[in-house]
Protein backbone atom coordinates (compact mmCIF):
# COMPACT_ATOMS: atom_id res chain seq x y z
CA UNK A 1 0.00 0.00 0.00
CA UNK A 2 1.30 3.69 -1.11
CA UNK A 3 1.66 5.67 2.05
CA UNK A 4 3.22 9.23 1.76
CA UNK A 5 3.93 10.98 5.27
CA UNK A 6 5.26 15.01 5.39
CA UNK A 7 7.35 16.42 7.74
CA UNK A 8 8.85 20.04 8.44
CA UNK A 9 8.16 22.74 10.47
CA UNK A 10 4.57 23.25 11.75
CA UNK A 11 5.64 27.56 12.49
CA UNK A 12 7.05 29.59 9.95
CA UNK A 13 7.63 33.34 10.28
CA UNK A 14 6.27 36.14 8.31
CA UNK A 15 8.94 36.37 5.62
CA UNK A 16 11.13 33.15 6.05
CA UNK A 17 10.61 30.32 4.06
CA UNK A 18 8.38 27.16 4.39
CA UNK A 19 10.43 23.98 3.54
CA UNK A 20 8.38 20.50 3.86
CA UNK A 21 9.48 16.91 2.69
CA UNK A 22 6.89 14.10 1.93
CA UNK A 23 8.49 10.46 2.23
CA UNK A 24 7.18 8.26 -0.02
CA UNK A 25 6.72 4.25 0.85
CA UNK A 26 4.96 1.24 -1.07
CA UNK A 27 6.24 2.48 -4.24
CA UNK A 28 9.18 3.92 -6.34
CA UNK A 29 8.66 7.57 -6.43
CA UNK A 30 10.02 7.35 -10.28
CA UNK A 31 6.57 5.87 -11.47
CA UNK A 32 4.75 8.86 -10.94
CA UNK A 33 4.22 12.85 -11.02
CA UNK A 34 4.12 14.03 -7.42
CA UNK A 35 2.01 16.76 -6.15
CA UNK A 36 1.94 19.25 -3.18
CA UNK A 37 -2.12 20.56 -2.33
CA UNK A 38 -3.15 23.18 0.44
CA UNK A 39 -6.59 23.43 1.72
CA UNK A 40 -7.66 26.84 3.87
CA UNK A 41 -10.95 27.97 5.23
CA UNK A 42 -10.56 30.88 2.54
CA UNK A 43 -9.04 29.48 -0.62
CA UNK A 44 -10.82 25.89 -0.30
CA UNK A 45 -8.16 23.08 -2.22
CA UNK A 46 -5.05 24.69 -3.98
CA UNK A 47 -3.21 22.66 -5.93
CA UNK A 48 0.34 23.93 -5.70
CA UNK A 49 2.69 22.43 -8.38
CA UNK A 50 3.81 18.99 -9.23
CA UNK A 51 7.18 17.07 -10.47
CA UNK A 52 8.52 13.96 -12.18
CA UNK A 53 11.77 12.16 -11.39
CA UNK A 54 12.63 13.26 -15.09
CA UNK A 55 12.73 17.23 -13.58
CA UNK A 56 8.96 17.95 -15.52
CA UNK A 57 8.16 20.30 -12.89
CA UNK A 58 4.59 22.69 -13.57
CA UNK A 59 3.14 24.91 -10.90
CA UNK A 60 0.54 27.52 -10.17
CA UNK A 61 1.05 30.48 -11.75
CA UNK A 62 0.25 32.60 -8.72
CA UNK A 63 2.86 30.92 -6.30
CA UNK A 64 5.58 30.05 -9.42
CA UNK A 65 7.67 33.24 -8.68
CA UNK A 66 7.72 31.70 -4.95
CA UNK A 67 7.81 27.94 -4.93
CA UNK A 68 10.16 25.31 -6.16
CA UNK A 69 9.72 21.34 -5.57
CA UNK A 70 12.20 19.45 -6.08
CA UNK A 71 12.89 15.10 -6.14
CA UNK A 72 15.33 12.91 -4.66
CA UNK A 73 14.65 9.61 -6.22
CA UNK A 74 17.85 7.97 -3.92
CA UNK A 75 15.74 8.61 -0.76
CA UNK A 76 11.88 8.54 -2.37
CA UNK A 77 11.11 11.62 -1.39
CA UNK A 78 10.33 15.06 -2.74
CA UNK A 79 10.17 18.56 -0.77
CA UNK A 80 8.17 21.79 -1.32
CA UNK A 81 9.82 25.15 -0.70
CA UNK A 82 7.54 28.30 -0.31
CA UNK A 83 9.52 31.73 0.23
CA UNK A 84 8.55 34.68 1.54
CA UNK A 85 5.53 33.64 3.18
CA UNK A 86 2.45 35.37 4.67
CA UNK A 87 -0.48 34.51 6.96
CA UNK A 88 -2.38 33.59 3.40
CA UNK A 89 0.15 30.67 2.95
CA UNK A 90 -1.25 29.39 6.37
CA UNK A 91 -3.00 26.38 5.61
CA UNK A 92 -2.81 22.41 5.74
CA UNK A 93 -0.45 21.03 3.05
CA UNK A 94 -0.83 17.97 1.66
CA UNK A 95 1.26 15.54 -0.56
CA UNK A 96 0.10 13.08 -2.98
CA UNK A 97 0.59 10.60 -5.69
CA UNK A 98 -0.46 11.57 -9.23
CA UNK A 99 -2.27 8.40 -10.62
CA UNK A 100 -3.46 7.93 -14.33
CA UNK A 101 -5.57 5.75 -16.48
CA UNK A 102 -4.77 6.77 -20.00
CA UNK A 103 -5.23 10.09 -20.63
CA UNK A 104 -7.38 10.36 -17.17
CA UNK A 105 -5.21 12.05 -13.46
CA UNK A 106 -6.08 11.88 -10.91
CA UNK A 107 -4.94 12.07 -7.09
CA UNK A 108 -5.08 8.38 -5.65
CA UNK A 109 -2.76 8.54 -2.08
CA UNK A 110 -2.65 11.80 -0.08
CA UNK A 111 -0.51 11.89 2.75
CA UNK A 112 -2.34 12.71 6.10
CA UNK A 113 -1.96 16.61 6.38
CA UNK A 114 0.42 18.86 8.54
CA UNK A 115 -1.01 22.16 9.41
CA UNK A 116 1.43 24.99 8.75
CA UNK A 117 0.72 28.29 10.49
CA UNK A 118 2.74 31.39 9.87
CA UNK A 119 3.08 33.51 12.53
CA UNK A 120 5.78 35.77 14.30
CA UNK B 1 -7.31 29.26 -14.98
CA UNK B 2 -10.73 26.98 -15.29
CA UNK B 3 -13.08 27.60 -12.42
CA UNK B 4 -15.00 24.76 -10.87
CA UNK B 5 -18.39 25.97 -9.34
CA UNK B 6 -20.35 23.45 -6.99
CA UNK B 7 -23.56 23.11 -6.08
CA UNK B 8 -25.14 23.03 -3.49
CA UNK B 9 -22.62 24.33 -0.95
CA UNK B 10 -24.59 22.63 1.55
CA UNK B 11 -27.33 20.08 1.76
CA UNK B 12 -29.02 18.04 4.13
CA UNK B 13 -30.30 14.63 3.61
CA UNK B 14 -31.28 11.47 5.45
CA UNK B 15 -30.17 7.90 5.52
CA UNK B 16 -31.51 6.49 2.49
CA UNK B 17 -31.68 9.10 0.45
CA UNK B 18 -30.68 9.78 -2.99
CA UNK B 19 -28.22 12.61 -3.21
CA UNK B 20 -27.37 14.83 -6.05
CA UNK B 21 -23.97 17.20 -6.13
CA UNK B 22 -23.28 19.16 -9.55
CA UNK B 23 -20.43 21.17 -10.48
CA UNK B 24 -19.88 22.87 -13.49
CA UNK B 25 -16.31 24.08 -15.20
CA UNK B 26 -16.17 27.17 -16.52
CA UNK B 27 -14.58 25.85 -20.07
CA UNK B 28 -14.66 22.47 -21.81
CA UNK B 29 -12.61 20.03 -20.00
CA UNK B 30 -14.02 16.86 -21.80
CA UNK B 31 -14.19 13.82 -19.29
CA UNK B 32 -11.30 15.21 -16.91
CA UNK B 33 -13.19 15.62 -13.76
CA UNK B 34 -12.48 13.81 -10.45
CA UNK B 35 -14.54 13.67 -7.51
CA UNK B 36 -13.24 13.29 -3.82
CA UNK B 37 -14.67 12.91 -0.17
CA UNK B 38 -13.00 14.30 2.53
CA UNK B 39 -14.23 13.79 6.36
CA UNK B 40 -13.20 16.08 8.95
CA UNK B 41 -9.69 16.12 10.14
CA UNK B 42 -8.53 13.60 6.96
CA UNK B 43 -7.39 13.88 3.76
CA UNK B 44 -9.41 13.80 0.70
CA UNK B 45 -10.14 10.60 -0.67
CA UNK B 46 -11.05 10.05 -4.51
CA UNK B 47 -14.17 8.20 -4.89
CA UNK B 48 -14.48 8.63 -9.36
CA UNK B 49 -12.01 9.68 -12.02
CA UNK B 50 -12.60 10.63 -15.42
CA UNK B 51 -16.30 11.83 -14.86
CA UNK B 52 -17.33 8.20 -14.11
CA UNK B 53 -14.66 5.64 -13.41
CA UNK B 54 -15.33 4.59 -9.99
CA UNK B 55 -12.20 4.12 -7.95
CA UNK B 56 -11.35 0.48 -6.72
CA UNK B 57 -12.77 -0.08 -3.30
CA UNK B 58 -15.40 2.52 -3.36
CA UNK B 59 -18.64 1.40 -2.98
CA UNK B 60 -21.15 1.00 -6.64
CA UNK B 61 -23.77 3.38 -4.58
CA UNK B 62 -21.44 6.12 -5.80
CA UNK B 63 -21.51 7.40 -9.67
CA UNK B 64 -20.95 9.98 -11.83
CA UNK B 65 -21.49 11.33 -14.70
CA UNK B 66 -21.10 14.40 -17.51
CA UNK B 67 -22.78 16.36 -19.79
CA UNK B 68 -20.58 19.02 -21.51
CA UNK B 69 -19.42 21.19 -18.97
CA UNK B 70 -21.83 20.05 -16.20
CA UNK B 71 -20.85 17.18 -13.76
CA UNK B 72 -22.82 15.11 -11.35
CA UNK B 73 -21.83 12.89 -8.37
CA UNK B 74 -24.86 11.07 -7.27
CA UNK B 75 -25.30 8.80 -4.38
CA UNK B 76 -27.87 6.36 -5.07
CA UNK B 77 -28.45 5.43 -1.36
CA UNK B 78 -26.94 8.11 1.62
CA UNK B 79 -25.86 5.67 3.85
CA UNK B 80 -24.35 7.00 7.56
CA UNK B 81 -20.67 7.18 6.65
CA UNK B 82 -21.32 8.98 3.53
CA UNK B 83 -21.94 12.32 5.46
CA UNK B 84 -18.38 13.97 4.46
CA UNK B 85 -17.44 17.11 2.23
CA UNK B 86 -17.52 16.46 -1.66
CA UNK B 87 -15.33 18.03 -4.31
CA UNK B 88 -14.84 18.44 -7.66
CA UNK B 89 -10.97 18.46 -9.35
CA UNK B 90 -10.21 19.26 -13.06
CA UNK B 91 -7.72 17.89 -14.37
CA UNK B 92 -8.14 18.95 -17.91
CA UNK B 93 -5.44 22.19 -17.69
CA UNK B 94 -3.00 23.43 -15.10
CA UNK B 95 -3.47 25.29 -13.04
CA UNK B 96 -5.27 21.90 -11.78
CA UNK B 97 -8.65 23.27 -9.88
CA UNK B 98 -11.37 22.51 -7.29
CA UNK B 99 -14.39 23.18 -7.11
CA UNK B 100 -15.48 24.81 -3.68
CA UNK B 101 -16.90 21.71 -1.67
CA UNK B 102 -20.32 20.35 -1.25
CA UNK B 103 -21.11 19.42 2.69
CA UNK B 104 -23.98 16.76 3.13
CA UNK B 105 -25.26 16.93 6.23
CA UNK B 106 -27.45 15.02 8.43
CA UNK B 107 -31.43 15.97 8.19
Known amino acids: QVQLQESGPGLVKPSETLALTCTVSGDSISRYYWSWIRQSPEKGLEWIGYIHYSGDTKYDPSLQSRVTISIDTSNNHFSLRLDSVTAADAAVYYC??????????????WSQGTLVTVSS | DIQMTQSPSSLSASVGDRVTITCRAS??????LNWYQQKPGKAPKLLIY???SLQGGVPSRFSGSRSGRDFTLTISSLQPEDFATYYC?????????FGGGTEVEIK
Open chain 1, 96 to 109: ARRGNWGLASYFDF
Open chain 2, 27 to 32: QTIDIY
Open chain 2, 89 to 97: QQAYSTPLT
Open chain 2, 50 to 52: GAS
